[in-house]
């Protein structure tokens, strides 16, 4: 069997001030406003490596395309919008589908992200997806034909409080998932894929493996600056699957416009 790719990306957050941003609708830098700056420097900063890491790991079109979810970033009506470069859901779109063109592809297959973001009744990324000829639903099983490996795909997965517990809520949905197998009311699942917490996990045993995909959203929002602990990671997997096994390569990018200056008082 030929090698096999399989691309896990998610949580773009289009429309965000620190969401994965095309070129087109990035920001420029203010010099009067040092945040509207940051957010621009972090904008054209992550672009960067997110065409970087593709253009590094993808050598030919992935077969297969997986997205996580929260591919806009919504109203941002908790902060009265002003954290958004648009509030318009529909020119968020088109940017997340940019986003998608520049991500080289033969399948695509999503999953609808937080209603909060990606609309609490329209669901947004629904119009996103079926532009550009994909499947989308709430919860997806797939595999790339030639292959036996199934992936259970969903957005949502709960978080932790402690650095060494975050593991466990996927762990505890694999267990779920095993017993719906077992019931014959879900397929048989292999791999365990998560997103929306914005941090990677992977754990494999010869029985089963869990993912959680990281985030191409930047950080340095108002709710993730003020109310957040937990470490982020920015960035997308890769799966290789060949002929006896499968090889995860993470992409995991520390970008330095993330870091905060210390204040010389």
């Not at 969903?154 to 998932?177: C, E, M, Q, Y």
């Not at 998560?194 to 959680?212: K, L, P, Y």
Request: proline share 5%.
């Amino acid at each position: 069997m030929q090698d096999k790719i399989v691309v896990i990306a998610g949580d773009f957050h289009c429309g965000s001030g620190v969401g994965l941003t095309p070129p087109d609708w990035q920001m420029k830098p203010v010099k009067s406003c040092p945040l509207h700056t940051k957010r621009a420097r972090v904008g054209a900063a992550i672009w960067r490596e997110f065409k970087k890491g593709m253009k590094l790991l993808l050598k030919k079109p992935a077969d297969l395309l997986i997205l996580t979810g929260d591919l806009i970033d919504g109203t941002g009506e908790r902060s009265g919008g002003t954290e958004q470069l648009t509030t318009d859901r529909l020119e968020q779109c088109k940017m997340a589908e940019e986003v998608i063109r520049n991500i080289p592809h033969n399948n695509l297959v999503a999953v609808y992200g937080t209603p909060y973001h990606t609309g609490c009744a329209e669901d947004y990324e629904e119009a996103i997806i079926r532009n550009m000829g994909g499947k989308i639903g709430s919860h997806e099983w797939v595999k790339v034909r030639g292959t036996d490996l199934v992936f259970d795909v969903k957005h949502f997965i709960a978080g932790s409080s402690i650095p060494h517990g975050v593991a466990t809520p996927v762990l505890r949905d694999s267990v779920w998932s095993g017993l719906w197998s077992g019931r014959g009311e879900q397929p048989r699942s292999d791999i365990i894929v998560r997103g929306h917490q914005h941090t990677f996990v992977n754990c494999r045993t010869s029985d089963m493996e869990v993912t959680v995909a990281p985030a191409l959203q930047g950080y340095g929002n108002k709710f993730g600056s003020r109310r957040c602990s937990k470490t982020v990671d920015w960035g997308f997997l890769l799966y290789r699957i060949t002929t006896h096994d499968r090889y995860l390569t993470p992409y995991i990018v520390r970008i330095p416009e993330h870091k905060p200056e210390v204040y010389l008082a």
